[in-house]
């Protein structure tokens, strides 16, 4: 069993919908939580981190952290084409140095 | 603008040949890092590195090797590349204290045939 759980979609929406991206995770030692945003042929980059519980709002995107379900997600609002990318979300132990634990990612897809 | 670039965006090499990708970053990271992305896997880490001439196994190094003679740059190596290689390859860096926001390259396609 993977230690994070992502579902890959894909994920088309129309624009201007509430998109729901979801990870769900196993290791109970997870403090850091990350989201990271790839566009097509290009490497990911950090779109928001979090650590520990907790909501996190940045614009038209919002984090959130359920430690007592293993369970972290990403809202995007009024979602636009330009969202359109694969989402990954990324998690990482106090204990584990640098390393980052990675989901499979979500592809997602905003229709004009 | 910081700034990770790799050596080459598309690489197509013959089976058991040794293949070297480069990698190097402007940002006097502390941190460097060497993932494979595939379609149902995701990111897997291969190595990474926390300073110079050091170097920590990750997740999958089995048929890979590192080099960092100098901060900026970081090599991953294919002593004797397989088709099961074929692969998207992805570096990154990080400073030490922010190791949570890493800055990822452009990505290398190896095609091994």
């Known amino acids: 069993q993977k230690e994070v759980e992502q579902d890959p979609g894909p994920l088309s929406v129309p624009e201007g919908a509430i998109v729901s991206l979801n990870c769900t995770y196993s290791?109970?030692?997870?403090?850091?939580f990350m989201w990271y945003r790839q566009y097509s042929r290009k490497g990911p980059e950090l779109l928001m981190y979090?650590?520990?519980?907790g909501n996190k709002e940045d614009g038209r995107f919002t984090a959130q952290v359920d430690k007592s379900s293993k369970y972290i997600s990403l809202f995007i609002r009024d979602s636009q084409p330009s969202d359109s990318a694969t989402y990954l979300c990324?998690?990482?132990?106090?204990?584990?140095?640098?390393?980052?634990?990675f989901g499979e990612g979500t592809q997602l897809t905003v229709n004009p | 603008d910081v700034k990770v670039t790799q050596s080459s965006r598309y690489l197509v090499k013959r089976t058991g040949e040794k293949v070297f990708l480069e990698c190097v970053q402007d940002?006097?990271?502390?941190?460097m890092f060497w993932y494979r992305q595939d379609p149902g896997l995701g990111l897997r880490l291969i190595y990474f590195?926390?300073?110079?001439?050091?170097?920590e196994k990750g997740d999958i190094p089995e048929g890979y090797s590192v080099s960092r003679e100098k901060k900026e740059r970081f090599s991953l190596i294919l002593e004797s590349a397989s088709t099961n290689q074929t692969s998207m390859y992805l570096c990154?860096?990080?400073?030490?204290?922010?190791?949570?926001?890493?800055?990822f390259g452009p990505g290398t396609r190896l095609t091994v045939t």
């Open positions: 979090t650590y520990s519980s």
């Open positions: 990154a860096s990080s400073l030490w204290a922010n190791y949570y926001e890493q800055y």
């Open positions: 590195s926390y300073d110079v001439k050091m170097k």
């Open positions: 940002m006097d990271h502390e941190n």
């Open positions: 990324a998690m990482s132990a106090e204990t584990s140095g640098s390393r980052l634990t």
């Open positions: 290791n109970s030692a997870f403090q850091y």
